[in-house]
């Protein structure tokens, strides 16, 4: 008789289900979980979009190499020579055969600003400079430079050419990421000089100026010649 009370006390509490204060328990307990694991997410997305950006920059600079193994020039091609500045290198690449799409990256906008530009070297007293609204078509002063080693801000990629990747509409977050992932976090390379309401890093194979706003342009070296 004992046995058969007890197995009819607990059919009893199974129909009634869970009660007010173990429904509170079990919530309280997803939403510590959720608080810890959410933003665990969300940094890992947001890792592997830069990490997407950082190789995307990587394979456009070996089809580079292999291009200039080939033709022996940037500012040339198999079809002939290219115009300076062009801003659809990464087209003339996938046309001959060293990359497999154009270049695009899951950071920023992905507009059709996001792309490879062949410019003109500068000279090496040239200050690097990184517009917030880059010019594709017609040559900036400062934009092709690049203080490559971080130890004077002058321009370290010298000669007749110069390409780099230029990705528009990038959150200053991932900006900074992507200038750690490619750079380190060296005082001389990775750091970033603040003022009131800006920012910019342009030592370095990447740069940025940030002005205010929402987002900014990120410039990455690829090669100089």
Do not use: W
């Amino acid at each position: 008789m004992k046995v058969k009370f007890l197995t009819s006390q607990a059919a009893k509490r199974a129909a009634q289900g869970f009660t007010l204060i173990e429904m509170i328990g079990v919530l309280a307990v997803i939403a510590i979980l959720a608080a810890v694991l959410i933003p665990k997410v969300f940094e890992a997305i947001n890792n592997a979009k830069v990490n997407n950006a950082a190789m995307s920059c990587q394979t456009v600079k070996t089809a580079i190499i292999d291009h200039y193994a080939k033709v022996g020039s940037l500012t040339a091609s198999t079809n002939g020579s290219l115009a300076v500045p062009t801003n659809n290198f990464d087209a003339v690449l996938l046309g001959e055969g060293f990359l497999d799409k154009l270049f695009a990256v899951k950071i920023g906008d992905s507009t059709a600003n996001t792309q490879i530009e062949l410019d003109t070297a500068e000279a090496a007293t040239v200050t690097p400079l990184a517009p917030a609204t880059p010019s594709l078509t017609t040559h900036v002063a400062g934009c092709s430079a690049f203080n490559l080693d971080g130890a004077n801000p002058v321009n370290d990629a010298v000669g007749s050419s110069v390409v780099y990747a230029v990705i528009t509409g990038v959150n200053l977050n991932d900006a900074r990421d992507l200038n750690a992932r490619v750079d380190g976090t060296s005082a001389t390379l990775g750091e970033s000089v603040s003022t009131a309401g800006s920012e910019s890093d342009v030592a370095g194979r990447v740069k940025y100026t940030f002005t205010g706003g929402a987002t900014t342009t990120v410039y990455v070296y690829l090669t100089h010649r």
